[in-house]
């Protein structure tokens, strides 16, 4: 079974900095995808960012970036010029790139969650 | 702007009760989730139904009843809770074949009493 570590609960940044939020997952296929989601206060789960994991190149969406190193499996999410609206919390997320049974069958697998605090 | 939407928003219940929770989306989606998520815990899986059919089940208790009408719509029927069933529960969808994003609702927001 797969498995996802977020490693920090709970991290801070001064606004307009940047930071970096640390996901690593444990799996033994080669083909997955793997995901930012964003909960802020609201919960509603908002997508960050995804990457194939069969890319090479880092997936990038405005402000936000991964550092995706698949020998090592780990999967750092970098928010740059942070805002206070990106004050949420961060779930790092894994899916397998084949369904669990039948046909479009795909299950998340999420880490805990780290709660990212952006102050003024 | 999502693009799944939830109803109700809030529902308090009593233990007694029977109630429903209502999802929809028109994204043309073939498989839709339903997702339980507790306090500062990630979301849990419950249910997906692909192309309308119940596809995994993780072994929820029957007092929970998903239901699929058609391709746009999913439903959780609810029936004699108990107090620690008081949660999150979102809905998400997603296209039916590999490499699709799944996207989630915003929630409802589920107390019983």
């Known amino acids: 079974a797969q498995t996802v570590t977020q490693s920090q609960p709970e991290m801070s940044v001064q606004e307009a900095e940047t930071v970096t939020l640390s996901c690593t997952y444990d799996t033994s296929e080669s083909d997955y995808y793997l995901f930012w989601y964003k909960q802020p206060p609201s919960r509603q789960m908002i997508l960050v960012i995804r990457?194939?994991?069969?890319?090479?190149q880092n997936a990038t969406e405005n402000r936000f970036s991964v550092n995706f190193q698949k020998a090592a499996k780990s999967f750092s999410l970098k928010i740059s010029d942070s805002q206070l609206g990106d004050a949420a919390m961060y779930f790092c997320?894994?899916?397998?790139?084949?369904?669990?049974?039948?046909?479009?069958?795909?299950?998340?697998?999420f880490g805990k969650g780290t709660k990212l605090s952006v102050i003024p | 702007d999502t693009e799944v939407t939830q109803t109700p928003k809030h529902l308090v219940m009593g233990m007694t009760n029977k109630k429903s929770l209502k999802c929809e989306q028109h994204m043309g989606h073939r498989a839709m989730y339903w997702y339980k998520q507790k306090a500062k815990k990630p979301p849990e899986l419950m249910f997906v139904y692909s192309y309308e059919k119940l596809s995994i089940n993780e072994s929820v208790p029957s007092r929970f009843s998903p239901e699929c009408p058609n391709s746009s719509l999913l439903n959780l029927h609810l029936h004699a809770l108990q107090p620690e069933d008081s949660a999150l529960y979102l809905c998400?969808?997603?296209?039916?074949?590999?490499?699709?994003?799944?996207?989630f609702g915003e929630g409802s927001w589920l107390t019983v009493v």
């Open positions: 990457q194939e994991a069969y890319k090479q």
């Open positions: 998400a969808s997603s296209q039916a074949d590999s490499g699709n994003t799944i996207y």
């Open positions: 997320a894994y899916r397998s790139a084949f369904g669990n049974s039948g046909a479009g069958s795909y299950q998340l697998t």
